[in-house]
């Protein structure tokens, strides 16, 4: 393990264990922003543990396969050990990694999947938290390499919507991290070609829920089949409802564009009707912009 400067947390451990005064200088605020910093990483290091155990409850995951991790701070990152059970994790297991994939802190290997990770980090701003695992049915569809169809119930369409599908590249390598670079900044579930699905959201717990829902889409999507009658599809204008709201709320959708095109046709049939209605006048307003 590379030997690295002191981490924050390592640091406010320090001061935690031998008293602040010790340590002079260290000025007021250094010393809050210092324990603020070490709250938030425990914390951070506590819902790891336990989506990884949610993970291994849901039979999401298996031997020790899977992995989860989430921004720590500015630079940095908190990731799952290699070698060990989502269900046996506890928090002084959980390894600080920078960006380029040096480990700060932690006693374990790090996941062989942290490559995966950092390209999604370094190429997505919006993923705070990213969640990988080989649970059933979303692995099924991986081995057909094919997504399943979208527009078969609201739920889904409001959390993920269309799924892409990376190509497979032997697990770990960088070859295999760049595979989702395509894709990463509209969608927030990938399935990985016979391997799995990598989720992304804001939070460890949300990239959970991400993993959950599209689990349990591919699951009753498999089901839905096996009744025997057509699919019933939500009809476009009812998805484009969908998508206005999550464009409201800032969620990512590959179908995104689909409603900017319908709102500014919109707006060029209102400005052309208002055109028809008030002519010249309209042209002197706008000339006093
Ligand atoms: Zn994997």
């Not at 990884?52 to 849901?58: A, I, M, S």
């Not at 942290?114 to 997505?124: C, D």
């Not at 569809?141 to 609201?154: D, Q, S, V, Y």
């Not at 990463?184 to 959201?201: E, M, R, Y």
Request: charged share 20%.
């Amino acid at each position: 393990m590379q030997q690295m400067e002191e981490s924050p947390t390592e640091r406010v451990r320090e001061l935690a264990q031998t008293g602040p005064e010790a340590h002079h200088p260290v000025t007021k605020a250094e010393k809050h922003s210092s324990w603020a910093a070490a709250i938030f990483v425990e914390s951070l290091k506590d819902e790891i543990v336990g989506v990884g155990r949610k993970l291994w409850e849901r039979q999401y995951v298996d031997g020790n396969g899977g992995n989860i991790s989430a921004r720590a701070g500015s630079g940095t990152l908190l990731c799952t050990p290699t070698m060990i059970s989502k269900r046996d994790l506890e928090p002084a297991d959980i390894c600080l990694s920078d960006l380029e994939g040096n480990i700060l802190s932690g006693n374990r290997l790090r996941t062989s999947e942290l490559l995966l990770h950092l390209e999604i980090y370094k190429a997505n701003p919006r993923a705070l938290a990213i969640v990988h695992c080989h649970s059933p049915y979303a692995t099924a569809f991986a081995m057909t390499g094919t997504a399943p169809p979208i527009g078969l119930t609201a739920e889904y369409e409001a959390s993920i919507g269309p799924v892409a599908v990376a190509p497979y590249e032997t697990p770990g390598t960088q070859a295999f991290a760049e595979t989702v670079l395509p894709f990463v900044q509209d969608h927030n579930t990938i399935l990985l070609s016979n391997h799995g699905v990598v989720c992304w959201a804001d939070t460890v717990t949300h990239a959970e829920w991400l993993v959950e829902t599209f689990e349990n889409y591919c699951k009753t999507f498999l089901i839905a089949q096996q009744i025997g009658r057509p699919l019933s599809f939500i009809p476009d204008g009812k998805i484009d409802e969908i998508l206005a709201l999550k464009r409201r709320l800032g969620y990512q959708d590959a179908r995104m564009s689909r409603i900017s095109e319908i709102a500014s046709q919109a707006e060029a049939k209102q400005r052309a009707e208002l055109e028809g209605l008030v002519g010249p006048g309209l042209t002197r307003l706008e000339a006093l912009d």
